[in-house]
């Protein structure tokens, strides 16, 4: 199971801690200026307003705004703007498109031509209750088959929402843009509209009723650049956003590239042909407008829909092309899924050996003998590259465990286990990967792997002999009756469209992550337990009079709380 797609379905924006580039709230402030974008609340007299924006980013078949037609058209949306509460419809019980027109009118409103308004993830009962059947993408396809000319999204629970989106394979993408304001600039249009009182969303959540649909007063002018550069060469499409480069820059930039799976294709020649997929990569000249355009934070990204740069100075960091290209040719001939910590182990190895070779095991070092180093067991569950002291660790220790594995038992038996911890948790606490690959448990290879380290790169003893008694503690589970578990099973909800499930089978809970697959639960205590193949803890929390009344589940870092549903 990709874990990003498990992160995705449970936490909604992605985190921002620590992360490489700016925080979302900084796209959404009214002094921001960008120069490759903007937008215009306007009235018929004249007046105007700026409205700060960020895209709705399209991942799946390609990864860009939608609206740019895969980063190949600049956008350009002008009209009257049309509220239309939650986007939803549902046969006869719920039509949002049922509102007051421009005229007066009630009825079913033309939006052609028309830029629609509304909140995705209004806490109403009609989202509650016919939601599930209406997701987000099929409201804004519903929108286009309108003939809007644009939709605008708001949250009515995030001040600052950062919304991807991804369509079935069978439905074709609209084509127009899609934005995303800020809660607070959704109440200026309220405002600017003169219908709504400040109270709008407010009243809309007691009430659990969207307000009428109508047409509003305002008209909203919004642009941005869509239409990248490109320069074609024999494995790669360059894109870049243009006055952004010279062409010959990038025709180098390009050569590097080349140079990249020239270089992974020999170090990977293991007597397995090593395929190659021409992808879009793409170049930006900072953080901000990189987040602008994928919705992802950091130097780069290698995904299904392509390679994603910061160029940071003339030219690229030549080790950052080795990294991003190596988590492709992964994909391709791997495995379209493994761990984070394997992942990014593979690439910081083929990385070091481009640039740096040992860098790795001497960062990893540097962390041990500072007592920083993580156990190898809990860096494996990691979402290496979220932030923060787990991602600064994990990223040169997984370098450095997948340098020491291949260098001792070969890379053909790293590429099955790189496969092996692709699978569901289910199968993979069946089948333990480490055992069936190596034939030996994970906590056995850490001692192999730091006392090849001591060797190798020189390791101070003490050190390491603290290190593997944080491990041998970190093993202990607490003893819990099954009469306590049994109070814990039931239904829990993270959000009108997200149940958990928590079940005892013997001695353990297992935790059904909204359909994400099965892990079973470590007690710590009496209250709290870890997953033991996700960097996660569920604590159960009592009441005196009613027992058990909520979960609050902290996964990769982010805390949710989980009300239990009525037996």
């Known amino acids: 199971m990709p874990l990003l797609v498990l992160l995705s379905a449970l936490i909604a924006p992605w985190p921002e801690a620590e992360a490489q580039g700016p925080r979302t709230s900084y796209f959404f402030h009214p002094s921001t200026e960008l120069p490759w974008a903007e937008g215009v609340l306007y009235q018929g007299g004249g007046s105007t307003q700026r409205i700060p924006f960020l895209p709705v980013v399209n991942t799946g078949l390609f990864r860009a705004p939608l609206g740019t ?23 006869e019980e719920w039509n949002s498109y049922v509102g007051r027109g421009g005229d007066g009118s009630v009825g079913e409103m033309d939006v052609s031509g028309k830029i629609v308004l509304f909140s995705p993830d209004a806490p109403d009962r009609f989202q509650e209750e016919f939601g599930g059947s209406f997701p987000f993408w099929r409201k804004i396809r519903e929108a286009a088959d309108r003939g809007a000319a644009a939709v605008v999204l708001f949250s009515s629970r995030e001040d600052h929402p950062f919304y991807m989106v991804q369509f079935p394979p069978e439905v074709e993408i609209p084509d127009i843009p899609v934005i995303t304001v800020a809660r607070q600039s959704a ?48 494995n790669f499409e360059l894109r870049y956003p243009r006055n952004a480069y010279c062409h010959e820059e990038m025709k180098r930039i390009s050569g590097l590239n080349e140079e990249s799976l020239a270089f992974l294709r020999n170090t990977l020649q293991d007597g397995d042909t090593v395929e190659w997929e021409k992808l879009a990569t793409v170049f930006f000249p900072g953080f901000d407008i ?35 290209n190596m988590h ?19 690439a910081m190895h083929v990385e070091a050996l481009a640039t740096e070779e040992g860098r790795n095991h001497r960062r990893t070092v540097e962390f041990l003998e500072r007592g920083q180093l993580f ?55 069946a089948d333990d990967t480490w055992t069936r690959v190596y034939g030996k448990v994970l906590q056995d290879l850490e001692v192999e792997w730091l006392n090849w380290l001591s060797v190798e790169h020189g390791l101070d003893e003490e050190a390491l002999r603290r290190h593997l008694e944080g491990v041998a503690e ?19 909800r993270v959000r009108p469209d997200l149940t958990l499930g928590i079940s005892r089978d013997g001695a353990r809970l297992l935790v059904d992550l909204g359909g ?35 979960l609050v589940l902290d996964l990769f870092g982010q805390e949710m709380k989980a009300p239990r549903e009525p037996a």
Not at 203 to 209: A, S
Not at 385 to 403: H, I, M, N, R
């Open 69 to 91: 037609a895969n980063l190949t058209r600049d956008v350009a949306a002008d009209g009257p703007l049309v509220f239309i509460g939650n986007g939803l419809v549902h046969e």
């Open 187 to 234: 109440l200026d249009i309220f405002a600017a509209s003169g219908g709504f009182g400040d109270s709008v969303l407010h009243v809309w959540e007691e009430t659990r009723t969207p307000p009428q649909s109508r047409e509003l007063i305002t008209s909203l002018r919004v642009r941005f650049d869509g239409a990248f550069e490109r320069i074609e060469t024999e």
């Open 290 to 324: 990189k987040l602008f355009y994928t919705h992802h934070w950091g130097r780069g990204l290698a995904s299904p829909e392509g390679v994603f740069n910061v160029l940071e100075g003339e030219m690229p960091d030549y080790g950052l092309i080795v990294h991003e």
């Open 328 to 346: 492709v040719l992964a994909r391709l001939n791997w495995s379209r899924n493994t761990t984070s910590f394997l992942a990014e182990g593979i």
């Open 375 to 429: 156990p190898l067991q809990a860096m494996t569950t990691f979402m290496i590259g979220a932030g923060g002291l787990k991602t600064d660790v994990a990223y040169p220790a997984s370098g450095s465990f997948t340098g020491f594995v291949i260098e001792t038992y070969g890379l053909q038996l790293f590429k099955e286990a790189y496969a092996l911890e692709g699978r569901r948790p289910e199968e993979r606490e």
């Open 474 to 492: 970190a093993t202990r589970v607490a003893d819990v009756s099954p009469a306590v578990l049994d109070q814990y099973t039931g239904i829990y």
């Open 516 to 550: 994400q697959g099965t892990f079973s639960l470590l007690p710590r205590s009496d209250t709290e337990f870890d997953f033991r193949l996700l960097d996660g803890r569920v604590t159960f929390v009592r009441d005196e009079a009613e027992g058990v009344t909520c």
